[in-house]
Nanobody, 120 residues
Framework: EVQLVESGGGLVQAGGSLRLSCVASGFTFDDYAIGWFRQAPGKERERVSCFSSSDGSTYSADSVRGRFTISSDNAKNTVYLQMNSLKPEDTAAYYC?????????????WGQGTQVTVSS
């Protein structure tokens, strides 16, 4: 069974930091690109960041570039999203997702999400 389990969300003040984790199981982790998406109430889902160890592709949204960093520990099948200098507009449900091989493809698998709330 394929699973992507996010953790690390919570409530933080503006300017603070959080680190989200996504643990993957049920598929060959090294063959997939893992990305982070977010969706705030009433807004469309936004792709935040992506990294593929398969083809080296990466993605970082303009809105988070320089503040958020994606990394992975392939030995633990885990992807992290380090979020610094958080802003109230970063408030959203954050989801990790897996796409086959490259960040250029739409995800095939999704996690259940973790809530991030940034207070002003």
């Amino acid at each position: 069974e394929v699973q992507l389990v996010e953790s690390g969300g919570g409530l933080v003040q503006a300017g603070g930091s959080l680190r989200l984790s996504c643990v993957a199981s049920g598929f060959t982790f090294d063959d997939y690109a893992i990305g982070w998406f977010r969706q705030a109430p009433g807004k469309e889902r936004e792709r935040v960041s992506c990294f593929s160890s398969s083809d080296g592709s990466t993605y970082s949204a303009d809105s988070v570039r320089g503040r958020f960093t994606i990394s992975s520990d392939n030995a633990k099948n885990t992807v992290y999203l380090q979020m610094n200098s958080l802003k109230p507009e970063d408030t959203a449900a954050y989801y990790c997702a897996a796409a086959v091989y490259t960040c250029a493809l739409s995800p095939l698998y999704w996690g259940q999400g973790t809530q991030v709330t940034v207070s002003s």
